[in-house]
């Protein structure tokens, strides 16, 4: 009797340790299914109007919330038509992160949100906006062929005045991931080619897991600097320009601009 006693109690032991495992196993289930979301709702216009101003909004919730602390919210605007490419910083306004666009040419506009949380998670959501003219401008835009090439010359390139120096960034807004590119900048001094100048971009990531490099580049031409690097990682970028002059004068360059590897 003793031993039927015995037994019944090993039993229930045992009963009791198997309900205690599988509860902290559930437990473990319920913390793995648990996990943070970062989502991004992008609002553009459909369509527009030559000489239209735009808002681009996007609202970025965090676990189903809304979210106002992103690291980094930037808008990149491309027309292929207008050979175009630029990026557009945001600003948080009544808690949705937005941005103004002049409308300046015709084409089909494709515009991206690019949203990094300060757990360096980033999200991309896309969107189109076609834009039209009246007739005056499309014959305007086909007929004037000189207009049309300095347009997209100047759209093309990112250039900047310091006082008497101009910066004009030969890239793009936007590069590939894992792809070789050629980083290219022009450099001026009082109208000139400032030659024989000592050039660096400091590289940036503004996400986790990225540490920042430096990058010598070397004058292909009078006045322009160039080097080849491969961006491993996707994600929003400062690139930082560090120009010293080499001809005798007292002038350093300090200028900053950011792009998206995607």
Known sequence: MKRFGLLIIALVSIAVLAAC?????????????????LG??????????????????????????NYTKAKDVAFEVENEE??????????????????KLKIKDLGVYVIKAHVTAEDGSH??????????GNNSQKKEKTTD????????????????????VT???????????????????????????LSNASVRYQVITQFNGGKPIWINLQETSSGTYEAKHTFTQAGPYLLKLHAEDGNGEDLHINDA??????
């Open 167 to 193: 910066i004009i960034y030969n890239n793009p807004n936007s590069f590939k991931k894992d792809d070789k590119v050629n980083l290219s900048v022009s450099l001026k001094y009082k109208g000139e080619a």
């Open 257 to 262: 601009k950011r792009f998206i590897v995607k």
């Open 21 to 37: 495992n599988n509860s902290k196993e559930g437990g473990k289930t319920e913390t793995k299914k648990k996990t943070t979301d």
């Open 123 to 132: 999200v991309m959501p896309n969107r189109e906006m076609a834009v039209t």
């Open 40 to 65: 991004a709702a992008l609002t553009v216009p459909k369509q527009a109007v030559i000489g239209d101003e735009v808002e681009l909004k996007v609202a970025v919730t965090k676990d189903g919330k």
């Open 82 to 99: 207008a050979n175009t490419d630029q990026m557009m910083i945001a600003t948080l306004k009544d808690n949705v992160y937005v941005a």
């Open 145 to 164: 062929t000189t207009a049309t090439k300095s347009a997209k010359q100047v759209t093309k390139h990112d250039e900047r005045t310091h006082g008497n």
